[in-house]
């Protein structure tokens, strides 16, 4: 498939977990697409809400995102996002980035929710419940799911498993684990040694072939 019909048939209103931390994984090509497809009142769960003018970045600038769950919304020249929540267009979820990794873990794996003690005693524990466990203070945490996974893997081979490149790898399993649909852009394939598979291919549904840029 080519990245446009991969993404085609995406919902509005839809929650798409997008991989990569900052460019490190961050499948830029598949993020245009989205944008191209036209698909609008996003959910956008990720690492940051993006900098510059492209991926999430130029998705918030387009207003096709209305939510933003991520636990680094500010960086160098994230003006987009910036200028949105301000404005009023875009709400923050944030959530410290262990609870943001494991909680979209545990919305592949099936769990229901589970206490961590981040963020217990801050303002990102009000009006959640929370216990005391042998003394230390615990928070109540949901699984986060997703209707769409953008991700950028290293290779794929002819059953759709996937191995990362080294940083690159980040988000990437969890998030094909913790969506309905997941769509990867790769930059090769290949065999796959069995062992060093990271994602089975049973949590890929579309695969975009995109080389690496020079």
Same mark, same amino acid.
């Given at each position: 498939?080519?990245?446009?019909?991969?993404? !085609?048939?995406? !919902?509005?209103?839809?929650?798409?977990?997008?991989?990569?931390?900052?460019?490190?994984?961050?499948?830029?090509?598949?993020?245009?697409?989205?944008?191209?497809?036209?698909?609008?009142?996003?959910?956008?769960?990720?690492?940051?809400?993006?900098?510059?003018?492209?991926?999430?970045?130029?998705?918030?600038?387009?207003?096709?995102?209305?939510?933003?769950?991520?636990?680094?919304?500010?960086?160098?020249?994230?003006?987009?996002?910036?200028?949105?929540?301000?404005?009023?267009?875009?709400?923050? &979820?944030?959530?410290?980035?262990?609870?943001?990794?494991?909680?979209?873990?545990?919305?592949?794996?099936?769990?229901?929710?589970?206490?961590?003690?981040?963020?217990?005693?801050?303002?990102?524990?009000?009006?959640?419940?929370?216990?005391?466990?042998?003394?230390?203070?615990?928070?109540?945490?949901?699984?986060?799911?997703?209707?769409?996974?953008?991700?950028? !893997?290293?290779?794929? &081979?002819?059953?759709?498993?996937?191995?990362?490149?080294?940083?690159?790898?980040?988000?990437?399993?969890?998030?094909? !684990?913790?969506?309905?649909?997941?769509?990867?852009?790769?930059?090769?394939?290949?065999?796959?040694?069995?062992?060093?598979?990271?994602?089975?291919?049973?949590?890929?549904?579309?695969?975009?072939?995109?080389?690496?840029?020079?």
């Amino acid at each position: 498939m080519n990245a446009l019909e991969a993404v !085609a048939d995406t !919902a509005d209103g839809s929650t798409v977990l997008i991989g990569g931390f900052g460019p490190a994984g961050e499948p830029v090509q598949l993020i245009e697409a989205l944008l191209d497809s036209g698909a609008k009142e996003l959910t956008v769960v990720s690492n940051n809400a993006g900098s510059g003018e492209t991926g999430i970045a130029a998705l918030i600038r387009e207003k096709r995102v209305v939510k933003i769950v991520c636990s680094y919304p500010r960086q160098v020249d994230s003006r987009h996002f910036d200028e949105a929540y301000r404005a009023g267009r875009l709400e923050l &979820d944030l959530v410290p980035q262990g609870n943001l990794a494991e909680r979209i873990r545990a919305g592949g794996a099936g769990i229901g929710a589970f206490f961590t003690p981040t963020g217990y005693g801050t303002m990102l524990a009000e009006g959640k419940e929370t216990r005391v466990i042998d003394g230390k203070g615990y928070v109540l945490e949901y699984p986060i799911k997703g209707d769409l996974a953008l991700v950028k !893997a290293h290779r794929a &081979d002819r059953f759709g498993n996937l191995v990362y490149r080294k940083t690159g790898r980040n988000f990437g399993p969890i998030m094909a !684990a913790a969506a309905t649909t997941t769509v990867v852009q790769v930059e090769e394939f290949g065999e796959i040694d069995p062992e060093h598979v990271v994602t089975p291919g049973i949590y890929v549904n579309r695969i975009v072939h995109i080389g690496r840029a020079a």
